[in-house]
C-alpha cells in the first residue's frame, strides 16, 4: 500500500483516508460536540484535551458555538456547507436518544449522503445502541479503547469501524501490535492522533514525563511514535491507517472550514484572507445612541453605498470596507473616533477578534 504526505507536510495516510477524515482535510464536517459527560475510563482520561468547561459538564457545541437544539446545528451545518458530522464529546453513548435524534435530523436535512460518524470509548457498548445508531443512518464508528469484544460486536454491523486513538510518546510497539491485530480483524481504518496538550491535560502528562513540544500544542515524541509504527509496518498490512497532526488540524483543516464559512456569512463590505478570516474597516468609541446618526452622516458626505456600512449594536461600532475606512479615516480622527482594520472569525457571532490595526 502506498504512503501519502498530507498538505502540512508532517501528517501520512498509508491505504485509504477514512471518508470523515476526507471531508474533515476540506473543512466540509461539522464537529458536533455532543455532550461533555462522560465515564472517565482510567485508560484515556488521563490524556483527554477536552477543556474544562466542557469536561464532564452536559453542553452541545456545534464547532465554536454553544447550541441548545437541533436547529442550531442545523444552521451551523448549513452555514459551513457541511458534508459530514462528526459527533464527539464526552461520550455520545451517555445521551444516546440525543444523539440517534440528532444522526436523523441531520440525514433527513441535508440527505443520505451526509455523512455521519460518532467517536465512543465503546465502554459497555451494546447491540442495541449499535442497532439504534445504525437505524439512524449512522455511517462510521470510531473506537477509541479498542478491546476485541467490542470490535468484534461493532464488525456485525453495517457501518465502517475505525479505531482512534493519541499516540503516547514511545508507544510505538503496542501501536504495531494494535495495527496488526485490527488488520487480522477486519477493522476498516487506525486513526493516529498526535497527542495534544490542553489546559486540562498538561499537568498529568507532565507528571507521567511527557513534555510539550516548543509550539506548545502537542508531546514531543508522539510524531515520531507515529513514524516509527509506519515503518514497522508498511508493506506488511492492508489496514488502512492515517497519521493526523496537531498543526494540520490547526492550519488545513481549521483554515478550510473558516473558508467554507466565510463565504457563506461574509456581508459585502468584508474580505476574506487567505487563512478565512473577515477583513474590515471598524470606527469605535461612538456613543451607541449616536451610531445611527453618524452612519447616516458618512453615508451621505463620502457617498456610501447602503450594503457597505453596517452600525453592529452588538459590538457598539460600525462596519464599513477597508477602503472606505481608508477614505474616511482622516475625518472621523479629527473628531476624535478610532478607526482602524479588523481581522475577525468567521464563526458565530460574538466573533472572536483576531487583528486590530490602528489606522
Ligand atoms: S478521551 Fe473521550 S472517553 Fe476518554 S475521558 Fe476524554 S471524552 Fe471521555
Redesign the pocket.
Known sequence: MRVRKLQDGCSWVLGKLPEGCKLCAKGAKLVLFITGK????K???W??P?SNEK?GVDVIYANERRVISIEEVLEEASLMDAEGTGIT???PLLVLDRTINFIKCLKENFGEKHHVHV?T?G?NLTKEELNKLVDAGLDELRI??PTLEVLRLALEYPVRVGVEIPVIPGSEENLVKLAFQLDELGVDFLNLNELEFSESNAEELRRRGIFPRDDGIAAEGSEEAATRLLEAVKGSLSLNIHYCSARFKDSVQLRNRFLRRAQRVARPYEIISDDGLLVKGVIHGVPVSELDKLAEFLKKKFKIKQEMIWVNYEKERIETSIEIAYKIAKKLRERNFEIGILEEYPTHPPRLEVEYTPL
Do not use: F, T
Not at 38 to 41: A, G, V
Open positions: 462522560c465515564l472517565l475510563p485508560e484515556c482520561s490524556l483527554c477536552v469536561k464529546g464526552g461520550e467517536y470509548s465502554k477509541h479503547i
